[in-house]
Every structure is written in C-alpha cells, then in structure tokens.
C-alpha cells in the first residue's frame, strides 16, 4: 500500500467532513468522567460499571487524547495493572497482569479489537498503538484470562471504538516539537437524520532522539452508521502506513555513556522497518422482536511488511478475514447472548540474506470459537454472569523453500474450553462488591510452533491459566469521590517461554508454571467545581503492586522455581491532575513513577525504577458561535529522567559484547500545536 492511496481515500472523506463545519459546537466538555454513569460493552451486552460482574477499565473522551496525543503508553498507564514497554514509536509491548511480559519486541497473549473487528494479526501479535489516538474514542481493557467472549488472549483484550457522533463537526491539528517531530490531521463526522459518519486522517513525522530513529506514518480511520427502525448498518476502515528505522537496544555501556547511539550493527546497516494494514469490516444488527438483537460481522484484513536487519532481512505478511455473530435477548430479570467467531488467515514469510532465501514459509490458521454469556438479576441488587466459549484452532504449515526436505504438515489442538462465573453485589449506588473466575488460553505464535531446524513442533502445548479476582466499587460524595481495588491471582500452567536461540532463531517451550498475584486501585477524585476562579479540580490516580513468579521453571538445566519474572514492573503508579482555573485555560500535569524491574529469568540484572513528569497548557478562543481554537503547549520527561522505556528480557550477548538489555527513554522534550473546531 502507498501513501498516496491513503490521500485519495482521504480526499474523498474530507469534502464530507467540511460539509459538517455548518452546526455549532456543544458548549462544555467532557472532562468530568463519571464512573458510575458509564456504560461498557466489553461483557457484549450494555451494562452500568457499577453493576459489572468482574474488573473492567475505561478510558473515554478527553483522557484518551491526553498529552501529546502520541503517546499510546502514557494513556495505557493510566489504568492499574498496565504496563506498556515502548522502544520507538514501531517498538512496542503491553504486559497485562504480568502476561505476555517474556516477549521480545511486541504484544502478544493480549487480543485487541476495533469496533468488535478483531485486528490481532494472525501470528498472535497485537498492536493497537498504530492507531492515531485522534482517531479513537474509547478504550475497555479486560484484564487477564476472565473474557469467555473473545477467544485465546491470556493477558485480557484491549476493546477499541471510533467516537460516536452526536453532530456534524470539523476538526483539525498542527502539532511540532524537539527532534523534528510534526504532526498534521484532519477529521470529524457528519450527522443528518439516521446516517453518521466520521473519520480521521493523520501523518507523523520524526528524527527521533536517537541515531537511526526516524519515523513516518500516515493512518485512516473511518466509521459509519445508518440506522433504522429495525436494523443498523455500520462500517469501519483502517489504512496505515509506516516507514520506521530501527535504532535497536545498546548495551549497559552505551545506555549510560550516550544514549542517544543506535546499536552499532544497526546502525552500519540503518535498519528499517516499512509496514502497511489494512482492516475492514461491515456489520448489521437486526432487532428481530421484542428482546431479541442479532449483529452479524463480516471483516477483511491484511498487512505487508519489510524488515532490513543486520543478520538477515524478513519479508512478512498476512492476509485473511472471518465472520463474528452474537445473538442476544434482554429481559427485564436476565440477559443470554450466544455466539461464534470464525477467523482464517494466512501468515507468510520469507528470510533472506545477501539475496539468498534462506527460508520461506506460510502458515494458515483456522480458528473457531463459540461462546455464551447468561446475566441474572434475580433482584436490583444482584448481578451473576456465567459463561463460557469453546476454541477449536488447527494450524497448516506450508513450506515454500524445501530445499533442505518439506517441514510441512498440518496440527490440529484438541478442543479448549475456557468458562466464567462473575458476581456483583451492589446495595445502593455507593457501594458494588465484585468477584470472577475465569479460564483463558493463548496459542503459540509462528515462531514458538516452529521447532530451530523448522519443522512443527509438535509437543508444545497451549498456554492455559485461571484468574480469581475481587474488588469494590465505591461512589462517594456525591459522585465526586470513586475508587475501584481490586485482588487478583493468576496461575498459569504450559508456560510458554518464547526461547531465543541466536540474534535471528526463536522457538517455544512449554516451561512450567507461574503464578501472578496483584493489588489494583484506580481512584478519581473531583476535588472542586466553580463557574469562577479557582474553577475546577480533578484528579486521576492509579496503583498497581505485583509479584509475578515462577513456580516450576527449568531451562537449559537452570532452576528458576520462585524467581521473579523478567520485564514487569515491581510497582507502578500514575497520578494526573486535571485543572481548568478558567473557562479557557487548562493545565494538565502527569506524575508516573514506575519500579524496579527484572532483566533476565536468573534475577541476575535490574533496571531501577524511574520517575516522568509530563505537563501541558491549552487555551481556548472561540472565534465565532459555531467554531473555536485551542493553542496549546507541553513538555514531556519534564526533569529529563534518565531511564529505560522499554528492556529486551533474557537478551544474548554476541561474543564478548554486551548484553543488549536497553531502549533509551527519551529526554526532556516540548511541542506546541493548534486544533481547530467548528
């Protein structure tokens, strides 16, 4: 995909998006966020957070464009029980609950979804920091192995939705800052009568702050709705392109000497990554009687990407598509939802060196699940969800390059079963009691089925865990004070270790077990609200202390049995304080601090914790009745913290080299920018 296919697309949404400019602006914001008047869909059927069946976070409105509007990991953080790792802007990994934290450069044991479209890749790998946060309007995460209604994803499921329009609107940024970065994009929705649509377009373009660290990425998103009195057509579209060089991790020497260097062989080569997706959906929801609502989604989706690297280069990609269709019926005492997914894709990729194919390869997979959700309220006070889904995953392995003999063939996993049970207790609107049990699973990727010389690795088994979880919800002062804790304990068995074998040959092994256990506090705290000076207050604060450990961990004759995992974070906390002293100002200052971290599976090397401030300014001018401009101005790193964003866990020393264990977190660096609304 080019880029010049994104701007013809998006020269035909943007005359649609002007014609929106005509109504007014809604006045006040949304900065106030409720909890207890939310309403999620993670569960698949709409239900009030304070009556929820098990621990959901939401992010929503202005918390999800926070900051830069750039920074996926900042957003994420602000939820307990979230860490994301971020190398580059193209180097990313998301641990949830201390799943998926083992892995070397992306997100995978973690499901992600836009608009109910599935768009984790075929090789496991989700990335749901490509999409422009402008373009995104909500985020539910459900943490750990308690969701029977998404499939494999042991670490949870990140749910993403495009804004729901209420008018016709226009919007437009400019944004630059240190290392050269801009960023330029345009969006809004058009609403008239039972037709809604919207979308966004958006560049960004960065030097970086690194040697080799450049980056330019052009995304699309639009979505629509047409609705009637029966049924509801909806749309989705995703187009992306990326062209990013890759620095690399550095050793201990470099991360502490120059910071600012790309890994030596990277660099000699400038490494790079280009990369483009695409996703589509459509889907139509059809009331079929009193009660009775059917959503039928049809998806389509593919990527294609190059990697130019120092010991090979890799062309991948996938291509496939499926089929998601839930049936429900809501009562006045009870809900039943009943569904299934179905997803074929293909995943191919081919190695080379100096232009001679060393392997090359595709796999497809089919997989098939059914799943069902009964909610009871046997009173207004109670809330019982159980449900349950059934996986049926078979893989084929083609081999493209039989040289050294075919290593194809076909496996076929034995049918999964993963059930839940959640409760919720909530006696008036103050107080909500809540406890889950759930089962969840995760398929080894391409790599992990694969054994070193390629053939499939038959014995490896799938990742399978349970979660117990409590928690309450509180609602105090008058709506003012709300505060979610939450204990969980994960026990994890078949683990596996994605196990690395040279800078270039990873394979998996089933490795034991591992038990994960955690205390979650999200606490939101408006602490005033005025028409005049001092204005209004907010405060959003989050906690999470866990101990992630091996419990029967042996690898290469090595005993790690008690041991803490690598890449999780002892500690995490976040506090953001959200003030408008005046009706245009606003300021807005985040304080993280995250702890101390494990490096390797012997506990042998750590990288110590860290503190970030980021802070920013806007100011509002209304420059006629139906449009208004915001200027504003940040910092991020306010106290240029030295620290690593993102650790290469179990990294191999080549030689008599270094281990390269680091990504360098970015120094003290500013933007300033302009949005425009009408």
């Not at 013809?8 to 966020?33: R, W, Y």
């Not at 190059?306 to 598509?321: A, C, M, Q, S, V």
Request: hydrophobic share 35%; charged share 20%.
């Amino acid at each position: 995909m080019h880029q010049r296919s994104i701007l013809l697309i998006s020269s035909l949404l943007l005359p649609l998006l002007f014609v929106a400019a005509q109504e007014p602006l809604p006045k006040g914001d949304d900065s106030t966020f409720l909890l207890n008047e939310v309403v999620v869909n993670a569960h698949q059927t709409n239900l009030r957070w304070h009556h929820l069946p098990g621990n959901i976070s939401v992010l929503a409105g202005t918390e999800v464009q926070r900051g830069d509007g750039n920074s996926f990991a900042s957003i994420l953080h602000a939820l307990p029980g979230i860490y994301m790792h971020s190398g580059t802007y193209a180097t990313n990994r998301i641990v949830i609950r201390g799943m998926g934290s083992r892995t070397p450069y992306n997100t995978n044991r973690i499901k992600a979804y836009l608009n109910d479209i599935p768009i984790t890749s075929s090789d496991g790998i989700s990335s749901p920091e490509d999409i422009d946060l402008d373009g995104i309007g909500r985020i539910e995460i459900i943490k750990g192995p308690a969701s029977a209604l998404y499939g494999s994803g042991l670490g949870g499921n990140i749910n993403l939705s495009t804004p729901a329009p209420l008018r016709s609107s226009f919007t437009a940024r400019l944004q630059v800052g240190s290392f050269n970065t801009a960023k330029a994009s345009a969006g809004g929705s058009y609403v008239r009568d039972d037709l809604k649509i919207s979308g966004n377009v958006g560049h960004i373009r960065s030097d970086g702050f690194r040697e080799n660290n450049r980056l330019r990425r052009t995304s699309l998103l639009s979505s629509g709705r047409l609705e009637k009195s029966a049924h509801t057509l909806e749309y989705t579209l995703l187009l992306l392109e990326m062209d990013a060089a890759i620095p690399s991790s550095i050793g201990k020497t470099l991360f502490e000497t120059d910071p600012g260097a790309a890994a030596p062989n990277w660099k000699a080569i400038e490494g790079f990554k280009r990369y483009g997706r695409g996703v589509a959906g459509i889907s139509l929801e059809n009331r079929l009687g009193e009660g009775w609502v059917n959503r039928l989604t049809t998806f389509g989706r593919w990527t294609e990407s190059y990697e130019k690297r120092p010991f090979n280069n890799l062309t991948d990609g996938t291509y496939g598509g499926g089929v998601r269709d839930r049936l429900s019926f809501h009562a006045e005492r009870y809900d039943i939802l009943v569904g299934l997914e179905w997803i074929s894709d293909t995943y191919r990729w081919r190695v080379d060196r100096e232009e001679a194919i060393i392997n090359r390869n595709s796999e497809t997979r089919y997989h098939l699940n059914f799943f069902t959700m009964i909610h009871l309220r046997p009173s207004p006070k109670w809330n019982i969800s159980l449900g349950g889904a059934v996986n049926r995953i078979r893989y084929r392995l083609k081999d493209r390059f039989p040289d050294n003999g075919d290593q194809g063939g076909e496996r076929t996993f034995p049918l999964t079963v993963s059930p839940r049970i959640g409760i919720n207790y909530a006696p008036d609107s103050k107080v909500a009691l809540y406890a889950s049990v759930g089962h969840g699973f995760s398929m080894p990727s391409p790599e992990e089925t694969l054994l070193p010389e390629g053939s499939i690795n038959r014995g490896l088994k799938p990742e399978q865990g349970w979660q117990y979880e409590a928690g309450i919800r509180l609602n105090l002062l008058h709506g003012t004070t709300q505060i979610d804790a939450t204990l969980y304990r994960i026990d994890l068995h078949n683990l596996i270790v994605t196990k690395r074998l040279t800078d270039e040959i990873f394979t998996g092994i089933n490795a034991g077990r591992s038990r994960h256990r955690g205390i979650e506090l999200l606490w939101r705290q408006q602490v005033f609200y005025r028409g005049h000076f001092p204005g209004s207050l907010n405060i959003n604060s989050s906690c999470t202390f866990s101990q992630n450990r091996f419990v029967d961990f042996t690898d290469d004759g090595n005993i790690y049995d008690g041991n803490q995992l690598p890449g999780i974070p002892s500690h995490l906390f976040q506090t953001y304080f959200d003030w408008k002293p005046l009706e245009p100002l606003h300021l807005g200052v985040r304080f993280q601090y995250t702890g101390k971290q494990f490096i390797n599976d012997a506990n042998s090397v750590t990288a110590d914790g860290y503190q970030l401030t980021d802070a920013k300014v806007g100011y509002l001018l209304p420059i006629t009745t139906s449009g208004r401009v915001e200027l504003h101005a940040g910092v991020n790193n306010a106290t240029g913290t030295h620290y690593a964003s993102m650790l290469t866990v179990n990294a191999v020393a080549a030689g008599n080299a270094e281990p390269r264990y680091y990504y360098p977190g970015a120094p003290r660096h500013f933007y300033i920018g302009t949005i425009w609304n009408f």
